[in-house]
């Protein structure tokens, strides 16, 4: 079992910075890629980035890339999402989740977006932008 619980969320202008944080206990944490998604109501949830059980492979969705970036401190258990010049359309709760998966989250880019392959999932931490 893994456990996560993300941190960091809440009400940022249009333009603004947040910096949401996933930490994680029970099994060892540096055996599994790391995704963030977001989900706003009625929708599916949606892929935000991915990063792999090392860090050294990333990967974004178009609506967010030049603008968040994915990291992990494997010592810290901790994954982050670095959220630069937010737009009100990025207003949604964030999850971050665990996959057991040591290859490149870009080479598996077709499953490291499907919510499905993912085996744990934070609690999730409400991000809104405002206007």
């Known amino acids: 079992q893994v456990q996560l619980v993300e941190s960091g969320g809440g009400l940022v202008q249009a333009g603004g910075s947040l910096r949401l944080s996933c930490g994680a206990s029970?099994?060892?944490?540096?055996?599994?890629?790391m995704g963030w998604f977001r989900q706003t109501p009625g929708k599916e949830r949606e892929f935000v980035a991915a990063i792999s059980w090392s860090g050294i492979s990333t990967d974004y969705a178009d609506s967010v890339k030049g603008r968040f970036t994915i990291s992990r401190d494997n010592a810290k258990n901790t994954v982050y999402l670095q959220m630069n010049s937010l737009k009100p359309e990025d207003t949604a709760i964030y999850y971050c989740a665990a996959r057991s998966y040591l290859g490149s989250v870009v080479a598996a880019r077709n499953s490291m977006n499907n919510p499905a392959r993912y085996d744990y999932w934070g609690q999730g931490t409400q991000v809104t932008v405002s206007s």
């Open positions: 029970g099994r060892a944490f540096s055996n599994y890629a």
